[in-house]
């Protein structure tokens, strides 16, 4: 079955400080996309990043980094130097049924992150 | 701004009452998903459409349906509402799949419901 999981329920820091989000998958298709979204306390749903399981790349835009390996199954989110603005729940989502119900998302629970001034 | 429009942005309505939630998808897409956000559940899935037919169903119940209509605007329908369908509602879309690959869903701002 697939499944998203982020242990991580809250996380408080103080701005300019360096924040992980993790974020661990299973599932039993060999390809895949992943997601994650960001809820802001307004509630709307903002689209961050998606990796696709056949690019092992990791990425960095601006203060924004994605770490993504098979081998542990995790797709860990990495913010750099903190801002209050940055204060919202965290989404990991992964796509169920790749090549059948196209693309429905399963997310895990969130981790709020507070960035304190 | 995602594109994704949803009306209307609250709804107050009594237990046993229906309520049509209706979502615009961004300009050129074709698929729309619908997601329910309650604190005890998280965000689940709970129907998709693509090009006006049902595609996939998830934790939906028959109380719920859902449409897309031809010009691609779609429409959840909610009946004899209980407390516990208290939530916010999301509608996203997506234009699918293009060249082999899945393309990103974006989210509308949520309906929030709340049942008294």
């Known amino acids: ?117 | 701004d995602s594109g994704v429009t949803q009306t209307p942005k609250h709804l107050i309505t009594a237990t046993g009452q229906r309520v049509t939630l209706r979502c615009s998808p961004r300009s050129g897409d074709l698929s729309v998903y619908w997601y329910q956000q309650s604190l005890d559940q998280g965000l689940q899935f709970l129907i998709q459409y693509y090009n006006g037919e049902e595609r996939a169903k998830g934790n939906i119940l028959e109380r719920f349906s859902a449409q897309q209509f031809p010009d691609l605007h779609s429409e959840l329908n909610l009946s004899s509402l209980e407390l516990g369908d208290s939530a916010l509602y999301f509608c996203a879309s997506s234009v699918g799949w293009t060249s082999g690959s899945l393309e990103t869903q974006y989210f509308g701002p949520g309906t929030r419901l709340l049942v008294l």
């Not at chain 1, 982020?6 to 992943?34: F, G, P």
């Not at chain 1, 961050?48 to 797709?75: A, P």
């Not at chain 1, 940055?86 to 990991?92: H, I, L, M, Q």
């Not at chain 1, 090549?99 to 981790?111: A, D």
Request: net charge negative; charged share 20%; glycine share 6%.
């Open chain 1, 1 to 117: 079955a697939q499944k998203v999981t982020q242990a991580q329920t809250e996380i408080s820091v103080v701005e300019k400080e360096d924040v992980t989000l993790d974020c661990v998958y299973e599932t039993r298709d060999t390809t895949y996309y992943l997601f994650w979204y960001k809820q802001p306390p307004s509630g709307e749903l903002v689209f961050l990043i998606r990796r696709n399981s056949f690019d092992e790349q990791n990425e960095i835009s601006g203060r924004y980094s994605w770490n993504f390996q098979k081998s542990t199954s995790s797709f860990n989110f990495t913010i750099t130097a903190s801002q209050v603005v940055d204060s919202a729940v965290y989404f990991c989502a992964l796509d169920m049924n790749y090549g059948g119900s196209q693309g429905n998302l399963i997310f895990g629970k969130g981790t709020k992150l507070s960035v304190k001034p």
